[in-house]
């Protein structure tokens, strides 16, 4: 294979990598994670002196010191700093290797990472529990945090695919659509509105409401609308999750508006019943999206193609 002349490098270009390890670095990067070889040494099932002695040797190679201890805090030095983000992309594009090599073996497996809104952790696991049978090779770490923890999340490149309803609109971002995600005023089923048909949308403003925390997509949705019709609900509670706020309303504590997925399970039997108001539901979509930039691996692009599938048939076998 030739390879093109801006990657033309023999390794003895690099002094360095002659005189360090993958597995100083990957003792390094662990304990700089964690900034303690104590918990480094935890994880990786090594002594702490082993630890201690592996990032010696590093740091003789690199001839600058790494960490600083200040008081009885540990902290990376610059160039430590520059070696964690490093090390960063040195293991992503080994275990992205290690998928490649697995794939022409015609195996799936390797590592996905996911994070996901809260409300869409009532479809996720469940769909996560049949992909892991059909690719039983691979292990996944899913996130369940709201919309803007996930953009954080995106910001950071923590994991490989993201789910949330309101797409940042920014170039370095790729989405695509993958369920109707609907949001539905929720109240106890003995509500006196339970019965009623084409509420108005003003007479919301006359209920105790129950909001999601600042930082929620369900929330943003609803003040947009609210900010439409110029409604100012009177907000009795803030509650940061969607079970709390169920909760909450068959508790008789006031109305709500969040997914529709959240009570699916329960299903029109359950304690809290759909209100019928006018202009609702708010027709969102979940979004499977990742940096634009992000080459993605096979595991990820697999699972990627299995929500769009899986989503079509949600859709198909939905009634609302
Ligand atoms: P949330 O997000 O969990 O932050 O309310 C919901 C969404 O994006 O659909």
């Known amino acids: 294979m030739i390879l093109p002349s801006t990657m033309s490098y023999r390794l003895s270009d690099s002094q360095l990598a002659s005189h360090i390890t993958l597995h100083q670095l990957q003792v390094f990067a662990v304990a700089a994670r964690h900034l303690s070889y104590t918990r480094a040494a935890e994880e990786l099932f090594l002594t702490q002196p082993t630890v201690s002695m592996q990032i010696k040797h590093l740091t003789k190679a690199i001839g600058m010191p790494l960490f600083e201890q200040v008081g009885k805090k540990l902290f990376l030095t610059r160039a430590g700093d520059d070696l964690f983000i490093t090390c960063q992309e040195i293991f992503e594009r080994i275990s992205q290797f290690e998928m490649n090599v697995a794939d022409m073996k015609g195996l799936k497996r390797g590592f996905l990472k996911i994070a996901i809104v809260t409300t869409a952790k009532y ?3 469940r769909l996560l529990g049949s992909f892991c049978k059909s690719y039983p090779g691979v292990e996944i770490s899913l996130q369940v945090t709201n919309h803007s923890g996930i953009l954080e999340r995106l910001t950071e ?3 490989d695919l993201y789910i949330l309803s309101d797409v940042p609109n920014e170039p370095d971002v790729k989405s695509h659509p993958f369920l109707f995600n609907p949001l539905v005023v929720l109240a106890n ?3 006196p509105l339970a019965k009623e048909r084409n509420i108005p949308i003003q007479k919301l403003a006359e209920l105790p409401f129950i909001t999601r925390e600042a930082g ?3 929330r943003g949705f609803v003040q947009k609308l609210f900010d439409t019709y110029k409604i100012m609900p009177k907000v009795k509670m803030e509650l940061g999750s969607n079970e709390a706020i169920k909760q909450a309303i068959a508790g008789g504590l006031g109305i709500s508006i969040l997914s529709r997925h959240t009570i699916a399970l329960e299903g029109a039997s359950g304690q809290i019943a759909v209100l019928d108001v006018e202009h609702f539901p708010i027709p969102c979509h979940w979004y499977v ?3 634009a930039n992000k080459q993605l691996s096979v595991v990820a ?3 990627l193609e299995y929500l769009q599938t899986e989503g079509k048939q ?3 076998d939905t009634s609302w």
Do not use: C, M, R, Y
């Open 301 to 303: 692009q697999t699972f």
């Open 123 to 125: 479809v996720i696991p």
């Open 189 to 191: 089923h003995d509500h």
């Open 314 to 316: 949600i859709a198909e």
């Open 216 to 218: 929620s997509g369900t």
């Open 157 to 159: 490149n923590k994991d």
């Open 289 to 291: 999206i990742h940096l």
